[in-house]
């Protein structure tokens, strides 16, 4: 079974607009983290927002905001405000096992949004 | 950012030819992972290591051997490459004490690889 499922392999968005990247996972560890990565067209991947399993608020990280929903599963990413700079692929990733502890990662397949004018 | 080198940044290669992936860290980070990104598929652990000379194989780690003789340098190798092996390679590296907060992982530039 897939530990991270991305389902949107693209999504358009307004500028100025939210948009909300969906991401569900899979683990019978109590301990896990999940985060979003954004990868532009350069190339690089970039550390976004984290969120772990233990964490009772949502994350927050400027316009980036996780919804977690634990009965669910599920780690969806909502930009707001979105910017032309927003266009980029977006990954869905969860560390399994406790924070610290040697942990392998596991991710999605990754969500391209694209930002219209 | 985490120091994190990846060389050579592209390659373009013969089936059949080894091909060797160096990962150079300046940051001590105990754990060293290598990824192979392939549209469609995210990205994918090839291998992993937890220590000098300590590896284990990841999900698609046939036809890929790795090796770590110091802290800074994690090498993947392609004994011999093939078309299937064209992709983008991240190395990345993570520690749970000098990453404290999330123990996330950091990331190189990556290294684009063609094999003809």
């Known amino acids: 079974a897939q530990k991270i499922t991305q389902t949107q392999p693209g999504m358009f968005v307004q500028e100025k607009e939210a948009v909300t990247l969906d ?3 899979d683990t019978s560890d109590p301990s896990y983290g999940l985060f979003w990565y954004k990868q532009p067209s350069s190339g690089e991947m970039i550390f976004l927002i984290y969120q772990g399993s ?6 927050t990280e400027g316009r980036y905001s996780l919804n977690f929903q634990k009965a669910r599963k599920s780690a969806n990413l909502v930009i707001s405000a979105s910017q032309l ?15 610290y502890n040697f942990n392998k990662f596991y991710f999605g397949s990754g969500t391209k949004l694209n930002v219209k004018p | ?22 990962c150079h860290q300046t940051e001590n980070h105990r754990y060293m992972y290598w990824y192979r ?5 995210g990205l994918r652990l090839i291998h992993y ?11 698609v780690s046939d036809g890929y051997s790795v090796s770590r003789s110091k802290t800074e340098d994690f090498l993947l190798t392609l004994e011999s490459a093939t078309s299937s092996q064209t992709s983008v390679y991240f190395c990345a590296i993570s520690d749970p004490i000098l990453a404290a907060s999330y123990n996330e992982q950091f990331f190189g530039p990556g290294t684009r690889l063609t094999v003809l």
Not at chain 2, 10 to 15: I, S
């Open chain 1, 23 to 25: 991401c569900t996972y």
């Open chain 2, 49 to 59: 290591s937890y220590g000098v000379k300590d590896t284990d194989k990841g999900e």
């Open chain 1, 85 to 99: 700079g927003d266009s980029a692929m977006y990954f869905c990733a969860m560390r399994e096992g406790a924070v």
């Open chain 2, 1 to 22: 950012d985490a120091g994190i080198t990846q060389s050579p940044r592209h390659k373009v290669t013969e089936t059949g030819t080894p091909v060797t992936l160096r």
């Open chain 2, 37 to 41: 990104q392939d549209p469609g598929h």
């Open chain 1, 54 to 59: 233990y964490d009772q608020q949502n994350a």
